[in-house]
């Protein structure tokens, strides 16, 4: 089994920091979808069913090769500034 399957929950907002819950990593696909049937009606899952998604990925896969880099981007109302992270060979956008 080289394969796995990610499941998140995600939902996104206009004003604030997006919710992002790792819900778990499954064998099959179908493990990833009886999870969801079990959690879909529980608390906030059931106001926001669109919110799950299935991602399969390859075991042993390094997605970040390169490192980080912190950059700040426009300000939230109450905020001075948001800062969030970005891979490190991306541009500093910052100068």
Known sequence: MDTV?????????????????H???YASEEAAR???????????????PEGFDIV?????????LD????????PPKDFKAEAFDLPAWLPNLEA
Not at 34 to 48: I, M, S, T
Not at 57 to 62: A, C, D, I, Q, V
Not at 67 to 74: E, L, S
């Open 5 to 21: 399957y990610d499941l998140w929950f995600i939902r996104e907002y206009e004003e604030r920091e997006d919710t992002q819950l």
């Open 23 to 25: 819900i778990g990593i």
């Open 34 to 48: 009886e999870a969801v049937r079990q959690l879909r009606d529980k608390p906030g899952f059931k106001d926001y």
């Open 56 to 64: 399969s990925t390859k075991l042993g896969l390094t997605g970040w």
């Open 67 to 74: 490192g980080f880099i912190t950059n700040f981007g426009p």
